[in-house]
């Protein structure tokens, strides 16, 4: 008899598989946020800084091992699940025992190895090869980078459940993902936003995964503040996930 747990773990092992055969998307997982923090790191290298305050490099690039896991790991989720329904595979699968959640979980714990190992090596150049400096332990801001990928993979699922095509999940990203980036904090202290921006940018996920960087950056143990907007990060991903299996639809047309 087939169990909930046997098509979880059966469609977990064939997204790895299909992930292991396609070189080029693996190689855009695990670089792409490595190389774009390399020139982040030369773009702010000669840039001055007060004595005994961090660099310039350290406060913006601590957030962006959180945001670029988010941004790449929802674009590459979207596309590859758009793919699924649009050959046919997604049609097919639901004709078997596998449920919707079965099928999503499936693909989230998929994606979220991927982006453990693509976190992991961003951190590791981040911090051993370009000099990054935070407070806190490097383990935490790999755990909080690992778990805004795991938010992308999240909303990237989500938003393929609207999508007829790989072109419209593809402009679910601006819509979903440009709002985060501008309201997160990085560009601007949330505090200092515009009293309407402020309130939008507290429900916004990817406020809280900021946050909680920041918080590494600045303490050298793990704050409740920052276990407070973990939670929050956490839930948020769970949601998308729940959501995601209630809106996909099982015919392809």
């Known amino acids: ?21 396609d070189r080029r998307t693996v190689a855009m997982l695990v670089l792409v946020p490595t190389l774009l923090l390399a020139l982040l790191y030369f773009v702010y290298r ?66 979220s190895l991927a982006a453990t190992v693509q976190a992991a090596v961003a951190c590791l150049v981040a911090f051993w090869l370009l000099g990054m400096h935070a407070a806190g332990s490097v383990w935490l801001v790999l755990l909080i980078a690992v778990l805004d990928a795991v938010l992308g993979v999240a909303l990237g699922l989500l938003a393929s459940a609207f999508a007829r095509t790989e072109f419209q999940a593809v402009q679910f990203m601006p819509l979903i993902v440009g709002p985060q980036f501008f309201l ?33 950056s600045r303490y050298t143990g793990a704050t409740a503040v920052m276990w407070r907007d973990l939670g929050i990060v956490a ?18 047309a």
Request: some cysteine; charged content about 15%.
């Open 46 to 111: 000669d840039m001055p800084s007060m004595p005994g305050m961090p660099t310039l490099f350290d406060r913006v690039g601590i957030s962006m091992l959180g945001i670029l896991p988010f941004i790449v790991m929802f674009l590459i989720t979207a596309i590859a699940m758009q793919r699924e329904r649009t050959s046919g595979t997604l049609e097919r699968l639901m004709t078997t025992p596998l449920s919707k959640l079965d099928l999503l979980a499936g693909y989230g714990s998929a994606f």
């Open 184 to 216: 997160c904090g990085l560009l601007v202290p949330r505090g200092q936003l515009p009293r309407w921006l402020e309130v939008i940018s507290d429900v916004l996920p990817l406020s809280y995964a900021v946050d909680a960087l920041q918080q590494v």
């Open 1 to 21: 008899m087939t169990t909930p747990l046997t098509c979880y773990t059966a469609t977990t092992g064939r997204i790895l598989r299909q992930l292991r055969a």
């Open 235 to 252: 839930v948020f991903a769970l949601v998308a996930l729940t959501l995601g299996a209630a809106t996909l639809r099982r015919r392809t």
